[in-house]
């Protein structure tokens, strides 16, 4: 458990310094840029990104997954190849296909030229990134964290030099020339770091390797893909049904609350880089002290990823105006509690994907449960969005849907594993959470710093009195802090 812990708190933190540079770089672009060109570079992101998501394949959780159990280093580089064949199968034509087509997309879809070019580096992107998910797979099943955290922050430190002059400079187009030189810096420097390790060792797979680590790749992977499709499609549902009637600068303003709120997901990722390798091999080996394992262990992540979403949600004027250094955001004030909560408990849903359906290759109960929370979102956009509005409407929608998908797999998990991980306790968390939410002030007050102070009171005693946190874990976590200082 302190293994788990230990390497959890050591991607949490890698994975918050590299978004701490990458709010910097975020801070610095919305500045440059007008909320209409945020808006431009939201959209064709979205396209871009939703069109190459099926270059995915799963590949990467299921390359992860087989590296884990592999054993030995000629086995990893056969499964990395074998996974890299796959993936080129379906980047090359996908990345040719949305260079023809841009244009088409751009005007008779969206009606907008200006995303002709950004459409057009992005499949230039697709090709650059194919390979790079394979390297993090690589480095992350074989369980050299190290390495992969170091990695993280420098990378993104990296990304400040190459976003900043190429969009002062390029504007839009620009962003995504960004985009193309920063993937390309990453896959070359994570090649290095996966591969290094295994020279000597570099043999390439037989024919019947490659039949043999296709049929045990595949096996997860298809499910993980399909799951990954509809998580983009989620996660890009409003910019890509908003931009179809909403003028550029009203999906700069959803995209830029969209953005804070997706921050969120720092947590979950940093959790799951960890938890997918070593969850994976605890669970072939002992499925009882696994359950045990993920339970003390979710508790822990459930309680700060809710109280870092209502510090969030609480003090967004303020982190707005102090980052921004001006108003032109504050369009994005009513969208950002729904998504923040959208995404807290897709954070969840996404901490179980990898850490139990995965393990247990629940694929058919992970593809439904992602299948309906996406028809939910769609489906309560279009039933509120008379009542709501179209932007409000989606941000609410994108809420409920993710609830709706956690809850689904929650009774998947019961059912198959006789195993819950949602109890009464995570329930009062979220609750107190919820009323320090819509306990937002206009603007700072000795009154909001109160209530703020007296919530975190409330929230801290309740992780206390459940046995969630404790003194022994509190001295712990001090005494590490002071050998590292």
Do not use: C
Request: net charge positive; glycine share 8%; hydrophobic share 55%.
């Amino acid at each position: 458990m302190k293994s788990l812990l230990k390497w959890q708190m050591v991607s949490f933190a890698s994975r918050s310094m590299a978004m701490a540079i990458g709010i910097v770089q975020s801070i610095v672009i919305v500045r440059i840029l007008s909320v209409g060109e945020y808006g431009l570079v939201t959209l064709a992101a979205s396209i871009g990104g939703a069109f190459g998501i099926y270059q995915h394949l799963g590949l990467a959780s299921g390359s992860t997954r087989e590296i884990a159990s592999a054993d030995d280093d000629g086995e990893v580089f056969k499964i990395f190849i074998t996974s890299v064949v796959i993936r080129y199968f379906v980047t090359i034509p996908l990345a040719i296909i949305l260079f023809i087509f841009s244009k088409s997309i751009a005007v008779s879809q969206y009606s907008n030229e200006a995303l002709i070019i950004p459409l057009r580096i992005f499949s230039f992107v697709l090709l650059i990134q194919g390979v790079q998910s394979m390297f993090n797979s690589v480095i992350s099943g074989t369980q050299r964290f190290k390495q992969l955290f170091i990695y993280q922050v420098a990378i993104a430190a990296v990304g400040l030099f190459i976003y900043i002059p190429l969009i002062y400079f390029y504007r839009v187009d620009g962003y995504f020339y960004a985009l193309a030189a920063f993937n390309l810096v990453g896959s070359l420097s994570l090649g290095f770091l996966a591969l290094k390790p295994l020279k000597g060792r570099l043999n390439l797979p037989s024919k019947a390797d490659f039949k043999r680590l296709l049929k045990d790749i595949l096996s997860i992977s298809m499910g993980i893909y399909l799951v990954k499709i509809i998580y983009t499609y989620w996660q890009k549902s409003g910019p890509l049904l908003l931009g179809l009637e909403f003028t550029a600068e009203e999906i700069g303003l959803f995209g830029f609350a969209l953005l804070y709120a997706a921050k969120l997901m720092t947590v979950s990722d940093a959790i799951t880089d960890v938890n997918l390798p070593v969850l994976s091999k605890k669970f072939v080996n002992n499925v009882e002290e696994f359950k045990g394992l993920f339970v003390a262990n979710f508790n822990k992540i459930f309680a700060f990823v809710v109280f870092a979403a209502v510090s969030a949600v609480f003090w967004v004027r303020e982190i707005f105006h102090l980052l921004i250094g001006s108003e032109k955001y504050d369009g994005s004030f009513p969208f950002i509690m729904p998504l923040v909560f959208a995404f807290v408990f897709y954070s969840v849903v996404n901490i179980v994907k990898s850490s139990v359906l995965i393990p247990a290759k629940m694929v058919k109960e992970m593809i439904f449960g992602y299948m309906i929370m996406l028809a939910a979102t769609i489906g309560f956009y279009y039933f509120v969005r008379p009542v709501y509005g179209g932007l409000s409407a989606m941000a609410h929608a994108m809420a409920f849907g993710s609830f709706v998908g956690l809850v689904i797999l929650s009774v998947f998990s019961w059912m198959k594993l006789k195993f819950s991980f949602i109890n009464f306790n995570h329930i009062v968390l979220f609750l107190i959470g919820l009323l320090m939410s819509f306990s937002v002030f206009e603007s700072f007050s000795p009154l909001k710093l109160g209530v703020y102070v007296l919530g975190s009171t409330l929230y801290m005693s309740a992780l206390f009195i459940m046995g969630i946190l404790t003194k022994d874990q509190i001295l712990y976590l001090i005494a590490k802090l002071k050998r590292k200082s």
